[in-house]
């Protein structure tokens, strides 16, 4: 250890100074009062000559207090300009903080503007409707008096009842809407404040580091002392990696955010809207239990956001699961020579089935398609022309209502008007045949199972658009999200576990494994992963309903 040097004053001899020492560092080794003139880079400690030729003979190596004084100045000098560098990146990264985060906003603020106008369109709309309807009635009213006009009030009661409901269901639909947004946004603004934290963080250290650096200079002993703690402190604290870093997240979020839009299209006659564009990540909030009485459950397709149509392979029985209230409730009775391949909702009031016949015969497919109301009580059996003897059709309905309809292994599809029954155009592959589902595209392409593992993406005219594979789907299934013409293919991974991956309209993979699962020992139906109107996904592994939903991650 080293003290101060005594003083002429104190008795003893001015010392002589030297460049870059100040010669009143002295020894504090009483019996010497030496200045300091070495440091022993053995031991570590500045000494005097009288400690040198003493204790710090060889091994020992000594050099001049002078040059470590100089040599340290220089270590701590040479720092400066990396010091002086990471301040200006990180003053750069927060400034870039700032733009994504004011084009997040912005971003997100039109998203919300848009979602505004629409719905304020829609209460506009059914308020105009409202007025209308009780125009027409009121002019009704006036051809009797007394008795039109009791009918007339009713009318308006009822009217005024729809209207109201319709108009509730509106404000609930964009108040959800409101509140995706709403999460969506909280989302960015958490991890644009962790973000400016850190920096925040960083830039007060380079400065605690400064002001040290600032002090530490002032005298020598602190300076040898403390030197190589501040230096190894900037070693550690100082990486020109750490904006690169922020910057890649600052790019994430804001290319995801980009990806966020307000979708709407008409599923089933009903107008759904939602936010998407995004991947994120699904999640299982909720798993509804299969009653026992289902003895094979398959799943065909689904008729509304909540309903979903379970078949029991075993004896053809048709049942109707509401995830919601997760009641499940039988609505066609099975019979041995039929079963259901395929269904989808026309509109609020009609639902089309597709069938696999063994009694259908002669040139005609008779019974392989039919239409019921929402009591599944049977409206119309559609015939469609024979082309080969598996008298299995497979259907889909398009989004003008109208219903796609093939026969397995032949390449024609039909598109028929479900109101009178008729066929209106014939879409005929070239070398394909459907081999299982066909799905409507919002474009009015058509997705056709072609092969194994193998769908084609074809237009209405025939032509192959797109041809979708991949060696790890085996035993596959896929279906649409009509609102945003996003593909989903369930196939077995291995084992008991599935999957489920998603695909833009084109076959381009945007993510693996979304969705996975086990199947349970209860005997069941391979079944496809079925999208929701307003954006859940529901896969069945044979005992339950398994309803996904996705949530907006950075």
Same mark, same amino acid.
């Given at each position: 250890?080293?003290?101060?040097?005594?003083?002429?004053?104190?008795?003893?001899?001015?010392?002589?100074?030297?460049?870059?020492?100040?010669?009143?560092?002295?020894?504090?080794?009483?019996?010497?009062?030496?200045?300091?003139?070495?440091?022993?880079?053995?031991?570590?400690?500045?000494?005097?000559?009288?400690?040198?030729?003493?204790?710090?003979?060889?091994?020992?190596?000594?050099?001049?207090?002078?040059?470590?004084?100089?040599? $340290?100045?220089?270590?701590?000098?040479?720092?400066?300009?990396?010091?002086?560098?990471?301040?200006?990146?990180?003053?750069?990264?927060?400034?870039?903080?700032?733009?994504?985060?004011?084009?997040?906003?912005?971003?997100?603020?039109?998203?919300?503007?848009?979602?505004?106008?629409?719905?304020?369109?829609?209460?506009?709309?059914?308020?105009?409707?409202?007025?209308?309807?009780?125009?027409?009635?009121?002019?009704?009213?006036?051809?009797?008096?007394?008795?039109?006009?009791?009918?007339?009030?009713?009318?308006?009661?009822?009217?005024?009842?729809?209207?109201?409901?319709?108009?509730?269901?509106?404000?609930?639909?964009?108040? $959800?809407?409101?509140?995706?947004?709403?999460?969506?946004?909280?989302?960015?603004?958490?991890?644009?404040?962790?973000?400016?934290?850190?920096?925040?963080?960083?830039?007060?250290?380079?400065?605690?580091?400064?002001?040290?650096?600032?002090?530490?200079?002032?005298?020598?002993?602190?300076?040898?002392?403390?030197? %190589?703690?501040?230096?190894?402190?900037? *070693?550690?604290?100082?990486?020109?990696?750490?904006?690169?870093?922020?910057?890649?997240?600052?790019?994430?979020?804001?290319?995801?955010?980009?990806?966020?839009?307000?979708?709407?299209?008409?599923?089933?006659?009903?107008?759904?809207?939602?936010?998407?564009?995004?991947?994120?990540?699904?999640?299982?909030?909720?798993?509804?239990?299969?009653?026992?009485? +289902?003895?094979? %459950?398959?799943?065909?397709?689904?008729?509304?956001?909540?309903?979903?149509?379970?078949?029991?392979?075993?004896?053809?029985?048709?049942?109707?699961?509401?995830?919601?209230?997760?009641?499940?409730?039988? +609505?066609?009775?099975? +019979?041995?020579?039929?079963?259901?391949?395929?269904?989808?909702?026309?509109?609020?009031?009609?639902?089309?089935?597709?069938?696999?016949?063994?009694?259908?015969?002669?040139?005609?497919?008779?019974?392989?398609?039919?239409?019921?109301?929402?009591?599944?009580?049977?409206?119309?059996?559609?015939?469609?022309?024979?082309?080969?003897?598996?008298?299995?059709?497979? +259907?889909?309905?398009?989004?003008?209502?109208?219903?796609?309809?093939?026969?397995?292994?032949?390449?024609?599809?039909?598109?028929?008007?479900?109101?009178?029954?008729?066929?209106?155009?014939?879409?005929?592959?070239?070398?394909?045949?459907?081999?299982?589902?066909?799905?409507?595209?919002?474009?009015? *392409?058509?997705?056709?199972?072609?092969?194994?593992?193998?769908?084609?993406?074809?237009?209405?005219?025939?032509?192959?658009?797109?041809?979708?594979?991949?060696?790890?789907?085996?035993?596959?299934?896929?279906?649409?999200?009509?609102?945003?013409?996003?593909?989903?293919?369930?196939?077995?991974?291995?084992?008991?576990?599935?999957?489920?991956?998603?695909?833009?309209?084109?076959?381009?993979?945007?993510?693996?494994?979304?969705?996975?699962?086990?199947?349970?020992?209860?005997?069941?139906?391979?079944?496809?992963?079925?999208?929701? %109107?307003?954006?859940?996904?529901?896969?069945?592994?044979?005992?339950?309903?398994?309803?996904?939903?996705?949530?907006?991650?950075?």
């Amino acid at each position: 250890m080293a003290s101060k040097f005594p003083t002429k004053e104190e008795g003893n001899v001015k010392l002589r100074t030297r460049k870059g020492h100040d010669m009143t560092w002295s020894c504090d080794n009483l019996h010497h009062g030496e200045p300091i003139t070495f440091y022993c880079k053995q031991h570590k400690i500045p000494i005097c000559h009288k400690c040198a030729t003493k204790d710090h003979q060889k091994p020992c190596e000594l050099k001049d207090i002078g040059d470590v004084i100089f040599e $340290r100045r220089g270590n701590l000098e040479e720092k400066q300009p990396l010091i002086g560098e990471t301040k200006l990146l990180l003053q750069k990264v927060q400034s870039k903080i700032n733009a994504v985060s004011s084009s997040s906003s912005k971003h997100l603020e039109t998203v919300n503007n848009k979602l505004q106008e629409t719905f304020a369109d829609k209460l506009k709309n059914a308020k105009e409707t409202e007025v209308n309807l009780i125009r027409v009635i009121n002019e009704e009213a006036d051809e009797e008096i007394q008795k039109i006009n009791e009918k007339r009030e009713k009318r308006i009661k009822d009217c005024n009842i729809d209207i109201e409901k319709e108009q509730i269901t509106i404000k609930e639909r964009q108040t $959800r809407l409101l509140s995706d947004t709403k999460t969506i946004s909280d989302e960015v603004t958490k991890k644009i404040n962790d973000l400016t934290n850190k920096i925040q963080h960083a830039l007060n250290t380079m400065k605690n580091i400064e002001s040290t650096i600032t002090r530490i200079n002032q005298h020598d002993e602190t300076l040898v002392n403390e030197a %190589p703690q501040v230096l190894a402190s900037i *070693d550690e604290n100082v990486s020109l990696n750490f904006h690169q870093d922020v910057n890649d997240c600052l790019d994430r979020i804001q290319s995801e955010v980009e990806r966020v839009t307000f979708v709407e299209a008409k599923v089933g006659g009903e107008c759904c809207s939602r936010i998407d564009g995004y991947i994120g990540k699904w999640e299982l909030v909720k798993s509804v239990h299969i009653p026992s009485f +289902v003895n094979k %459950p398959w799943v065909p397709g689904l008729i509304s956001d909540d309903e979903i149509c379970v078949e029991d392979a075993k004896n053809h029985d048709m049942y109707v699961t509401n995830i919601n209230t997760q009641h499940t409730q039988k +609505v066609i009775d099975g +019979v041995s020579n039929m079963d259901i391949t395929s269904c989808a909702p026309i509109n609020r009031n009609v639902i089309v089935c597709g069938k696999r016949r063994w009694d259908s015969k002669g040139d005609r497919l008779d019974g392989c398609i039919t239409l019921y109301d929402r009591q599944w009580k049977m409206i119309r059996d559609i015939s469609i022309p024979r082309n080969g003897g598996f008298n299995s059709v497979y +259907v889909n309905v398009d989004r003008d209502g109208r219903i796609l309809a093939a026969e397995i292994s032949q390449s024609n599809i039909y598109v028929i008007n479900p109101d009178n029954g008729k066929i209106v155009h014939t879409v005929t592959m070239q070398d394909k045949k459907v081999l299982g589902e066909i799905q409507a595209l919002s474009s009015g *392409d058509i997705v056709v199972n072609t092969g194994y593992n193998k769908y084609t993406v074809i237009s209405r005219s025939g032509e192959e658009k797109a041809v979708i594979h991949c060696d790890e789907w085996g035993d596959s299934k896929c279906r649409v999200d009509k609102l945003t013409d996003t593909l989903f293919i369930t196939y077995r991974v291995a084992g008991k576990t599935y999957a489920v991956d998603q695909l833009s309209r084109d076959g381009i993979i945007q993510a693996r494994g979304i969705v996975e699962y086990v199947e349970s020992d209860r005997p069941f139906y391979f079944s496809p992963c079925l999208v929701t %109107p307003y954006g859940n996904r529901v896969v069945c592994d044979g005992d339950k309903l398994l309803l996904y939903k996705k949530t907006f991650i950075l």
